[in-house]
């Protein structure tokens, strides 16, 4: 069955400290992979995709992933985290389902970050 | 996101009343969808449109229906609230490639909804 996990629920970092965010999936074709992320009280916002091509992608906010098959991870990093990058992330990965094109979503993580 | 509004943001009614949450869309996009997102479950699926017309369950369609009658809205319709659909609700588009995932979602702001 198609399934992503994210093993952290809450994270805290300091700030200018980097960061790293895992994501496993479990998708028996070639997948599709996002990371959003949501701001308190705010609908959710596409950092990254990866589909082909380059493992390591860049996003926007200065995040990045990197897509490691054997492992079947997408963990999103960032080399210094900024106070305003607390929020909670989400990872998904894609699937054609008949006609539906849906996301099968991780139960996120949530980020605070200590000044 | 300016392509993609939610109403009401936020909403409070009685146990027992129907409620209909509105999406629009101004991107022309062909897929809409209906999540619910709830603290320790994530975001999951309500229904989810195709097309004009075009509409389908998700994992967790009980209690809600759906509507599609042009490329621009989908309403979602408790038709009886109850206190477990407490919730904040979210509207999602998506473009479609040929029968390649090539997008994304785009997410309106979320209505927040409280049945009493």
């Known amino acids: 069955a198609q399934s992503v996990t994210q093993p952290d629920i809450h994270i805290t970092v300091s700030e200018g400290a980097s960061l790293e965010l895992r994501c496993n999936y479990s998708?028996?074709?070639?997948?599709?992979l996002f990371w959003y992320v949501q701001s308190p009280g705010q609908g959710l916002q596409l950092l990254l995709k990866?589909?082909?091509?380059d493992t390591l992608v860049q996003g926007i906010k200065g995040f990045e992933a990197e897509f490691k098959r054997s492992q079947s991870s997408f963990n999103l990093r960032k080399p210094s985290v900024h106070w305003s990058d607390a929020a909670e992330y989400f990872c998904?990965?894609?699937?054609?389902?008949?006609?539906?094109?849906?996301?099968?979503w991780g139960l996120g993580t949530s980020l605070a970050v200590n000044p | 996101d300016a392509g993609i509004t939610q109403s009401p943001r936020h909403k409070v009614t009685e146990t027992g009343t129907p409620v209909t949450l509105r999406c629009h869309q101004t991107?022309?996009?062909?897929?809409m969808y209906w999540y619910r997102q709830d603290p320790g479950h994530g975001l999951r699926l309500i229904h989810y449109?195709?097309?004009?017309?075009?509409?389908d369950k998700g994992e967790v369609s009980d209690g809600y229906s759906v509507s599609r009658s042009k490329t621009e809205d989908f309403l979602l319709t408790l038709e009886s609230a109850t206190s477990s659909q407490t919730s904040v609700y979210f509207c999602?588009?998506?473009?479609?490639?040929?029968?390649?995932?090539?997008?994304?979602?785009?997410f309106g702001s979320g209505t927040r909804l409280t049945v009493v």
């Open positions: 999602a588009i998506s473009e479609s490639a040929g029968t390649a995932f090539n997008y994304g979602y785009t």
């Open positions: 991107e022309n996009h062909r897929y």
């Open positions: 449109s195709y097309g004009v017309k075009d509409t």
């Open positions: 998708y028996g074709a070639t997948p599709y």
């Open positions: 990866y589909f082909s091509g």
């Open positions: 998904a990965v894609g699937a054609n389902a008949g006609n539906n094109r849906k996301l099968i």
